[in-house]
């Protein structure tokens, strides 16, 4: 579920969930960090004490409580432990980058479960005015921005702060007026580049949406290929995604030229900086006490002090680029879910068939400006009902209500009895099986495509391929069941492509069956044997065929007519007959 906004105070609260891991993250951190600033403090030891002869006390601490030596000595055992600082801080190091990973692929494995989550209950009235190449990359290139934020940035971020902290401490210690100076000064770099990263960031927005815009277009041409190819229209598509990729081209060379440039110049100023601080250390030397040894002490801090100083000021960087990724992932969780229902009866449990009744049902996609209106009617348990009229009367529209797929709010539906709004949509999908007129199908074997990755023994498989005539079809197949369809089944003409959807069908045994013009494709021979098969099957079955040629309504005990949204008529087929002759003048 989504629980919390794809922010960065709603990612530093699904951060800190994991408080025993960030808490001995910081641990290490301190530790690794701690070592490393005490590096520096063994340069006044050598210069100072080994070279100008001034005391600080280390090697008379030494000398006393470990080992005499000479200057070659005590010079090997310095650089001996300074090695040994920073083989066990990068140690810590690698173990804090560890726990940090960790924790970020944890929260982005469950923001892209969310997403899943909430597109699988996405409307198909939102579903059908996506654009696929732009769903996949908010879940693929601004999921990897956030991870990014998280495991290396946040990370870092802990350290750079800690690093002049305890690097300010240090230099207070030795020498607090040129601390201070260099403290006050220091923090102008980072100020600086705030603005910056502002602009930084709106230009590595533009570049996402540039990158979202051509995955989309292309995303489109490649699943639509054979249709474009059909059309002969291959250059005119790929010229589309050629645009796109140059101006995908232009926002990445307007986005990477100036952000180098911007860190740059941070730099820039950062070193402009450093050699003032040098400057002045060189005085504090000949003008107080500050000795040779602490002043090159000061350097060394200067220098580590620098990689956090990046590090913070990329931070902000990265920083406008997460919150870009965040925005553009908010925009999957605002489209419209399915209304969620809190189920208390289950009217298809132990029937075989049930009746279905539409009260006073109206339906738009867009508002003033009805597909349907106020529609009505009563189609018995066991009934077999057929939906006539012309092309664009609602139809197909009507089919898609009937099984839960776009949602009303005007009007209602029972399902013996009990209202659509007391029913959750996947208890009316399991149990309602609509069969289209063009059947989608995968890109995986014969088998996967009559199962969609449920278990049914041989003997159900064969029996519904046998009902939907797709014994010859199964004969010519080199590995059977286990043969690849293609692309959409490409391998399939669209008359076993709508066959399979068929079998498909018979394998899930649902309580009712909307045929929506589902054998359009087959010969009227192949149609009469198919629907002679199926008989028995859907004898105890309600049945609602939405057809455009006489033969496949024949068998209908129930006839409604559409026009233009609206049941202009109904009744038996002799009634409607007898009555007025045109309804059928277009069915052959």
Known sequence: MHTEKCTI?????????????????????????????????????????????????????????????????????????????????????????????????????????????HLKRISLKEFEMMRVGAVTSKLVTDVETIDGFISSTISKLIVAVLLLLFSAIILLAIHWQLAIFILITNPLVVLFTVKMARSIGELKKEENKAVEIFQATLTETLELFHQIRAANKEAYFFKQSQIKAEALKEHSVNYGYKSDAAQKLSSLVFLTGYEIFRAVSILAVAYSDLSVGLMLAIFSYLWVMVGPTHDIINFQYVLSSAKAACSRIESIYRMEQEPQVIQQNNPFVGKHAIGIEVKNLTFSYHENKNILTNINMQIQEGMKVA????????????????????????????????????????????????????????????????????????????????????????????????TLVGKDGIKLSGGQRQRVAIARMILSDPKVVIFDESTSALDVHTEVRLFGALQDFLADKTVITIAHRLSTIKNAEYIYVLEDGVVVDSGSPKELLEKDQSYFSSMV
């Open 9 to 117: 105070k709603g990612l530093l609260s699904q951060l800190f969930t994991y408080k025993k891991e960030v808490l001995f993250g910081n641990g290490v951190a301190i530790l690794a960090t701690f070592l490393v600033v005490l590096i520096p403090l063994f340069i006044p030891i050598l210069v100072d004490e080994l070279l100008l002869g001034k005391d600080h006390g280390f090697i008379t601490f030494v000398s006393q409580h470990l080992f005499t030596s000479d200057v070659k000595g005590y010079v090997f055992f310095v650089l001996a432990l300074i090695i040994f600082l920073r083989f066990f801080s990068t140690l810590l190091s690698i173990l804090q980058t560890k726990i940090f990973v960790s924790i970020s692929k944890n929260i982005t494995y469950t923001m892209r479960i969310s997403l899943l989550e």
């Open 387 to 482: 939906i006539v009229g012309a092309s664009g009367s609602g139809k197909t529209t009507l089919s898609n209500i009937l099984v839960g797929f776009y949602p009303f709010h005007t009007g209602e539906i029972l399902y013996n009895g009990v209202s659509n709004k007391a029913l959750k949509l996947s208890t009316i999908r399991e149990n309602i099986h609509l069969i289209l007129q063009h059947p989608k199908l995968f890109n995986d074997t014969m088998r996967f495509n009559l199962t969609l990755g449920k278990s049914y023994s041989d003997e159900s498989v064969k029996n519904a391929l046998h009902i939907a005539q797709l014994d010859d079809v199964m004969e010519r197949l080199d590995l059977g069941l286990d």
